[in-house]
């Protein structure tokens, strides 16, 4: 049974400042990974997916990469903004490409 | 191309009481996934159907069920509510590309149960 961690519960940052989300997970037999965020009261909205055959995928000032043999990603955030400020969720699947679990988030809060 | 749209937004019942919740796909989407979301558990998977078949059934008891019909909308319905069940609940369709489930969520449903 996957297990997905998220560490730290949350963070708070001055703007502009550079940082890294991290996620492990249990099962490393997983196809890909996602990084979801999540705005209060709101869906979940998609930010990445990682391929297992990739190390990295980058999207903006976003960066995620993926370390199967360690069962950890992470997500850099680059010059971060007060518009970053949500809760953000990666998700492992189960049995290689199956139901996702979901980490319980770190909910990020950027200082202006 | 409509998101994912789920109804209601909000909704209040009391302990005992039985509820529907509805879910559109994205057009073209055959799977929907449902979560529950509680700040004490986290998102948690309770089912997954596709092509009207349940496909994937997580830990919840049989108070919770779903279904999905042949355009793909799905329902779930939680009967005997208790206090516990107060939560948001998420619905996600998905597709399936290079290998990946990709889902994409809707706005979900919150449920007070007093």
């Known amino acids: 049974k996957q297990e997905v961690t998220q560490i730290p519960a949350a963070l708070s940052v001055p703007e502009g400042e550079n940082l890294v989300l991290n996620c492990s997970f249990t099962d490393s037999a997983i196809y890909n990974l996602q990084w979801f965020r999540q705005d209060p009261g709101k869906g979940l909205t998609s930010l990445l997916l990682i391929q297992s055959s990739q190390r990295e995928q980058t999207s903006g000032r976003l960066n995620a990469s993926l370390d199967k043999s360690s069962g950890r990603s992470t997500l850099y955030i680059a010059a971060s903004q007060p518009g970053d400020s949500a809760t953000y969720l990666c998700?492992?699947?189960?049995?290689?490409?199956?139901?996702?679990?979901f980490g319980t988030g770190t909910r990020l809060t950027i200082i202006p | 191309k409509a998101g994912v749209t789920q109804t209601p937004r909000y909704l209040i019942k009391t302990r005992g009481q039985q509820v529907t919740l509805s879910c559109s796909p994205i057009?073209?989407?055959?799977?929907v996934s449902w979560y529950q979301q509680t700040p004490g558990q986290g998102l948690q998977f309770l089912f997954e159907?596709?092509?009207?078949?349940?496909?994937n059934k997580g830990n919840f008891p049989g108070r919770f069920s779903g279904r999905q019909f042949s355009n793909s909308r799905s329902e779930m319905n939680v009967s005997t509510l208790e206090l516990g069940d107060s939560a948001l609940y998420l619905c996600?369709?998905?597709?399936?590309?290079?290998?990946?489930?990709?889902?994409?969520f809707g706005a979900g449903s919150r449920l007070t149960v007093l």
């Open positions: 996600a369709s998905s597709f399936m590309s290079s290998g990946a489930n990709v889902l994409t």
């Open positions: 998700a492992a699947p189960n049995f290689g490409n199956e139901k996702l679990t």
């Open positions: 057009s073209g989407h055959r799977s």
């Open positions: 159907y596709f092509s009207e078949t349940q496909r």
